[in-house]
């Protein structure tokens, strides 16, 4: 992801482009500037343009000047907030009938006024066009904040989505994500075998955490 000034309208845009050159990915890729073009929310930055430039496909989105969970260090409290934030823009795509299926505190930013987005629509689908299982049985999002089902290579919902921000508000709470592991596959496999390490029971997040990850 770039990024790019857009001289016409005076403003920053992401630029997002297709690496790999194959028919699967172009297909994902559009999917993702279709989706993204359906949801208006001011949780969930807006799509912009889909183009190509010298045979890539790219896509131009709002440009978000913050800083990712993954990169913060936040009270309890402001956790709490910022999750809920997210929260509200993924029960928004739900009720679009999206869901995100890689939610992880590295798709999660806050700029400068506090404001939460939630990014990388990517791994999204309709919610009407999910099979039982993955098409081909692959493991589809980040093993150490996906649910179980999705490490058992079935196919996610919005629980799964919930999940995600369970798994993400823990990693903000306890510093550390919910799985470690050697290798991707490894922890995939702890997910699908394994509850998580509880959190203390210091007070009702590590309810809400446990609620969310069941």
Known sequence: VYRAHDARLG??????????????????????????AQLQHPGIPPVFEVDQHEGRA??????????????????????????RDAARAVQYAHEQGVIHRDL??????????????????????????????????EILGTPAYMAPEQAQGFAADERS???????????????????QGRDPLDVARRVAATPPEPLPEVDALAGIVGRAMA
């Open 161 to 179: 989505d919930v999940y995600g921000l369970g798994a993400t508000l823990y990693r903000l709470l306890a510093g550390v994500a919910p799985y």
């Open 104 to 137: 992880k505190p590295a798709n999660m930013l806050v700029d400068a006024q506090g404001r939460v987005f939630v990014l990388d629509f990517g791994m999204a689908k309709a919610i009407d066009a999910m099979p039982a299982l993955t098409e081909t049985g």
């Open 58 to 83: 790219y896509l131009a989105i709002h440009y978000v000047a913050g800083t990712s969970l993954e990169e913060m260090q936040l009270s309890r409290t402001r956790a709490a907030e910022v999750v």
């Open 11 to 36: 403003r920053d845009v992401a630029i997002k482009l297709l690496v790999r050159d194959s028919e699967p990915a172009l297909q994902r890729f559009l999917r993702e500037a279709r989706i993204l």
